[in-house]
């Protein structure tokens, strides 16, 4: 860092490439999710195909051990991995799980069956797996960067809906008059989804780690004592000198996971009471809880669409500095009130129109993309690099946590009305 401009060493965002970074962001947690969010909008197509097997709640279920046990086990161990070699595996892992599900389907014909099925949620386990492997390292990752790129990042996340969503309107509609149209639809919509994990793959291996902001920021983290960065330092001819003797230094200094969830509990709180209310109602809510409206096979499709398009809106609001909110005590307040949404949903299910639901679901990706941003933005504030990068792998396992409690409770739905 002795050759960095001083003016610069006080603003690093004027070192170039933050556009290029943001953007790169974006792309990274784009292919994060996509695959999974493929799985959730194509869950019409495997509604006719497994017509008895529930697969958007079973597959949510399937998704979640996976990501949050392999999460909790790398964030135990955060200090001692390489960051690299974390992400890259996760979306190599990502890619070819993707294609695992198109070619399952290309050499089956399309069929059902149980076999089938165990296959596709072998996929889907795999996904939950290169989640954690991706979400919790970038996110650990960024949380020592510029708060822009966090934010940005998470927008990506809420775009990957919003583009499978769009995605499947547009194969849906082009493929709706023809022969085996879903299936076609469902094919090509993989197949796309596939080649984003292969993009991602070139994006974090080629472009991110050259840009000159983020060797800054890791050069920085390098010298407050991080481990998990030489790897991506090295990998753009930057050796950095050992400022400790081994990891056990690194975690003697920094404060312990213990000590970063007690100061921390109030943004952990939040994250697990958003997502738990959230999974609690989407998808399998929607897909199944809603009743039969003038947009028929539609309406289900439409409503995922309305979640993710909202989601990803709500995740730039924070960039205006007037309503962001960063105050503890008014996150808490907030992601509480959130709860009063579940007897809104029940009675608009029971006796609203499909207009209502539609607003109601808009709400609820609103209010989901907002909070997230807000909370995970201001967390990693006032810790060295070290810690943020902790901190960070600590908020994805209770999103996760979050996330796992939700699609548990969400069953409670068709309890007592035949289906189960």
Not at 94 to 116: E, H, M, P, Q
Not at 359 to 369: D, I, K, P, Q
Request: some cysteine.
């Amino acid at each position: 860092m002795a050759n960095v401009d001083s003016s610069i060493v006080s603003n690093p965002t004027r070192l170039e490439g933050k556009n290029k970074a943001i953007i790169v962001c974006w792309f990274l947690e784009l292919g994060c999710l996509v695959a999974w969010n493929s799985m959730l909008t194509i869950s019409d197509y495997y509604y006719s195909l497994f017509p008895h097997y529930h697969p958007s709640r079973v597959l949510t279920l399937v998704y979640q051990p996976f990501a949050l046990t392999t999460m909790a086990i790398l964030a135990y161990n955060e200090a001692k991995l390489n960051t690299r070699k974390r992400n890259l595996f996760g979306f190599i892992l990502f890619c070819i799980s993707t294609f695992g599900l198109l070619v399952i389907d290309l050499a089956t014909s399309g069929k059902g069956g149980i076999g089938n099925y165990i296959g596709v949620c072998a996929c889907v386990a795999a996904f939950g797996i290169s989640e954690a492997f991706v979400q919790g390292g970038l996110v650990g990752d960024l949380a020592f960067m510029c708060p822009e790129f966090m934010q940005s990042f998470f927008a990506g996340l809420a775009a990957s809906g919003a583009l499978t969503s769009g995605m499947r309107l547009i194969t849906k509609a082009a493929f709706d008059k023809t022969e085996h149209g879903l299936r076609k639809g469902v094919i090509l919509f993989l197949a796309i989804t596939t080649f984003f994990e292969f993009l991602c793959i070139f994006l974090y291996a080629h472009v991110f780690g050259k840009l000159p902001i983020v060797k800054y920021y890791r050069k920085k983290a390098a010298s407050e004592g991080s481990k998990t960065v030489k790897a991506d330092l090295a990998a753009v001819g930057i050796q950095t000198a050992n400022t400790q003797t081994d990891v056990d230094d690194v975690k003697h200094e920094r404060l312990s996971n213990k000590q970063l969830i007690y100061q921390n509990v109030d943004y952990i709180l939040d994250l697990y009471i958003i997502y738990v209310l959230t999974l609690s109602i989407f998808p399998g809510f929607l897909y199944e809880n809603t009743g039969n409206h003038q947009l028929g096979s539609w309406y289900a499709v439409v409503l995922i669409a309305a979640y993710n398009v909202w989601d990803l809106i709500a995740r730039y609001i924070p960039l205006i500095d007037c309503i962001r909110l960063e105050s503890r005590k008014g996150l808490m307040i907030a992601c509480l009130s959130r709860l009063l949404l579940i007897p809104c949903f029940y009675f608009t299910a029971k006796y609203g129109d499909q207009g209502w639901m539609i607003m109601l679901v808009s709400f609820l990706g609103l209010t989901n993309g907002y909070l997230t941003v807000c909370v995970l933005t201001v967390a990693p504030k006032g810790y060295k690099a070290p810690e943020q990068n902790a901190l960070g792998n600590l908020l994805v396992v209770f999103i996760l946590v979050g996330i796992f409690s939700g699609v548990s409770l969400d069953w409670l739905w068709i309890i007592g009305n035949g289906t189960f």
